[in-house]
């Protein structure tokens, strides 16, 4: 089944896609301008709450050409227009390179776009997570998604054959995932009631390990998505535990599982477990990879933002920091989990990825190479580094691109 989502938010855009055998596009936010864009509204805010949103996300965006606009202008004097290349490639190049910086002021509530083509088993899958989540966005998509599957499609292949309903008992049964609601909820409780205080322990931003016990990683796993906490701090934790205990997290991660429910993601796995703290921007790009299993904590600004070094050689860091705090203040003011819609792509939070040593190598490959956007390029080489320690026979293998390698002239 081919379904569009027009004018949802990038916040929704990235929970749509969350699906390991889903097949889709998206709209780029590298090469096109979104400071007439404006935003999409969480339907949990009103009144003053949403006057407050409106106006923290009108202050980025208008920051965000102004930003553009200087980088433009800094790449320009910094990089004249090779002999052989004509004006519009050249022109179009700096303006790309230039939205790679400005980008990091867009925000999870600007609209975007997204075309999916998935099988119908799992689109059922699919709405009834999206009908299970947090975001009141999400479970009216969720609500349209099921009608949809109840109407005639609106267009056909073939005009000779009368259109019907694709998937009309789709649309009658299909219901939020209780099993998933439930279970979000328990394991948040019982990491508020049972975990000690948080030991904060100095990692990286991309830790690798290699968890050598099946049972601490899936507990630390379970438990990684309703903390803050660092993988590695949780699986030492687990791992310590005694079995009755790390057996009180398997048994609420079952217990409202029904005949037709599948184990929860935390039950997958692989070998390599990279915990990375990252740009919400550069989450979005990586987010895509799908021979992985992925998890994410709640956004937040509490670990910081990223500032691009043309930021500042562009002499607009004052302008940057000033929308980016003002961002963060009315954060602070809003309602959770709407005030997740005014999160900036430069805000970083915590990302679990679990992969076989084929995914690292092609994540590393691919997402570090000249084309690809700094922010992501930079945790691609960290993964190859992460790797060369851990594993050095096999992360001598990765052939990944240093990120002090540039040509901002190539697309």
Request: glycine share 6%; proline share 7%.
């Amino acid at each position: 089944m081919a379904l569009c989502f027009e004018g949802i938010s990038e916040l929704a855009a990235t929970e749509i896609e969350d699906e390991q055998l889903w097949d889709g596009q998206a709209r780029s936010s590298r090469y096109q301008d979104f400071s007439k864009s404006g935003m999409v509204t969480p339907p949990e805010l009103s009144g003053e709450a949403a006057r407050a949103y409106h106006w923290a996300g009108e202050r980025l965006l208008a920051v965000y050409g102004q930003v553009h606009q200087a980088v433009f202008e800094h790449l320009a004097a910094k990089l004249p227009r090779p002999g052989d290349m004509k004006v519009e490639a050249y022109e179009r190049n700096l303006a790309a390179r230039a939205f790679d910086v400005s980008r990091y002021l867009l925000f999870l509530g600007v609209p975007t776009s997204v075309g999916q083509v998935t099988s119908i088993r799992t689109l059922e899958r699919q709405v009834r997570r999206l009908k299970a989540s947090e975001y009141r966005e999400l479970n009216e998509v969720g609500d349209e998604m099921a009608a949809a599957c109840a109407e005639v499609p609106g267009c056909a292949l073939d005009e000779s054959i009368p259109l019907e309903p694709i998937a009309p008992t789709l649309a009658k049964y299909v219901s939020a995932d209780a099993y998933l609601q439930r279970t979000r909820e328990d394991l948040r409780q019982w990491a508020a009631q049972n975990l000690p205080p948080a030991a904060r322990p100095e990692v990286p931003d991309v830790d690798l390990l290699k968890p050598p016990s099946p049972v601490p990683d899936i507990v630390a796993t379970l438990l990684y998505p309703v903390t803050d906490r660092p993988y590695r701090e949780l699986y030492g934790l687990a791992e310590g535990w005694s079995e009755a205990v790390r057996r009180e997290v398997l048994d609420l991660a079952v217990r409202w599982r029904g005949r037709g429910d599948d184990l929860l993601r935390a039950f997958r796995g692989g070998p390599y477990v990279f915990d990375i703290i990252m740009d919400a921007g550069a989450w979005r790009d990586l987010h895509r990879h799908r021979r992985c299993h992925q998890f994410r904590q709640a956004y937040t600004t509490g670990l910081g933002y990223e500032t691009p070094a043309a930021i500042s050689e562009a002499g607009v860091a004052a302008l940057y920091d000033s929308a980016m705090q003002s961002a963060i203040g009315a954060l602070g003011t809003l309602p959770e989990p709407a005030a997740h819609y005014l999160i900036p792509f430069a805000a970083k939070s915590r990302f679990l990825f679990k992969m076989d040593f084929a995914e690292a190598e092609y994540i590393a490959r691919l997402r570090s190479g000249l084309k690809g956007h700094f922010s992501y390029r930079g945790v691609a080489w960290k993964m190859k580094e992460a790797m060369d320690r851990v594993e050095p026979e096999l992360g001598r293998l990765i052939q990944a691109t240093p990120p002090w390698m540039e040509d901002p002239l190539r697309r």
